[in-house]
């Protein structure tokens, strides 16, 4: 597991601290995601981004222990959504899904965000957790945006869900993940970990630097 720095999170300039294993040479299992590549300045960046972010929305964010990073940087194949404990300076890195609008090619890269109705793009910014449901994708939570390049969240019905597209398997047979409709998808392993720890009243970040 990566460890990043409450202090460093939370100091002007603070940035991931890293110390994550090498890929495998031999295929990994299906139900084991890719291996995660080392840190680099891009990922110090969102950091800083997500740091602003909370400090930023700190009336609308009541628990503050815990948030999501999601980083777009990265190809679907890689774990790129940090689950980030502020207390004990914890994270996790976990496979998660981008919008087909942001992929028209389906390349695994995310190449664009949009806040626009019907483009089932992934939108940048940051989003406050709101109530778990079940929905056609099972147990699911919503999500609002707190920034103008997402504000349309609610209205877009971007949630957190779980889909059989996001899940290891798919890497495996694919080399990236399947696309969701905007929403941040995860595995079908993983789901109930990201709607318990990242329950209402938290900050998920998602950007691109």
Known sequence: MARLSRRNF??????????????ASAPLPAVTPPAVPPA????????????????RHQDAI?????????DFNVPSRLPRF???????????QLLVAHGRGSDPSHSGWLQSFSNV???NATSSGAYLTGQAYSGIHGASRRLAGLDPQNSNAEARAIVIHSAWYANPNVVQEQGKLGRSEGCFAFSQADIAQVL????PGRLIYADKV
């Open 40 to 55: 680099t300045e891009s990922d110090n960046e969102l950091v800083m981004r997500a740091r602003a972010a909370l400090e």
């Open 62 to 70: 009541v628990h503050r222990d815990v948030i999501g990073i999601a």
């Open 196 to 199: 318990e720890r990242l329950g």
């Open 10 to 23: 939370l100091a002007a300039g603070g940035a991931m601290i890293a110390s994550l294993p090498a890929a």
């Open 117 to 119: 109705p019907g483009s």
């Open 82 to 92: 940090s689950i980030v404990d502020l207390a004990s300076g914890r994270t996790e």
